[in-house]
Nanobody, 115 residues
Framework: QVQLVESGGGLVQPGGSLRLSCAAS????????MNWYRQAPGKQRELVAS???????NYADSVKGRFTISRDNMKNTMLLQMNSLKPEDTAVYYC?????????WGQGTQVTVSS
């Protein structure tokens, strides 16, 4: 059974940093485009960042220069380093594995940015 498990969320003050991790199992991780999405209360889920099979990256304008996505195909893990966090970054963060015909989602991890 495919599993994506996010970790690393929590409460942080504005300007602080967090690193999210997504651990995948039961998929050939290297064949999937990996993505981070987030959903704030009352808002639609939005794409935050993506990393392709060849490790090309793409970011939402709102996080460019502050967030860094990466993947480790040997460890079946994807990371999201989040710096200079703002209150508007508060959301549940989800990882998604996109294989074209198939996609898988994690359960999410809460990130709260507040003083």
């Amino acid at each position: 059974q495919v599993q994506l498990v996010e970790s690393g969320g929590g409460l942080v003050q504005p300007g602080g940093s967090l690193r999210l991790s997504c651990a995948a199992s039961e998929i050939i991780f290297s064949l999937y485009r990996m993505n981070w999405y987030r959903q704030a209360p009352g808002k639609q889920r939005e794409l935050v960042a993506s990393v392709t099979k060849s490790s090309s990256t793409n970011y939402a304008d709102s996080v460019k220069g502050r967030f860094t996505i990466s993947r480790d195909n040997m460890k079946n893990t994807m990371l999201l380093q989040m710096n200079s966090l703002k209150p508007e970054d508060t959301a549940v963060y989800y990882c998604k594995a996109d294989g074209g015909l198939r996609e898988y989602w994690g359960q999410g991890t809460q990130v709260t940015v507040s003083s």
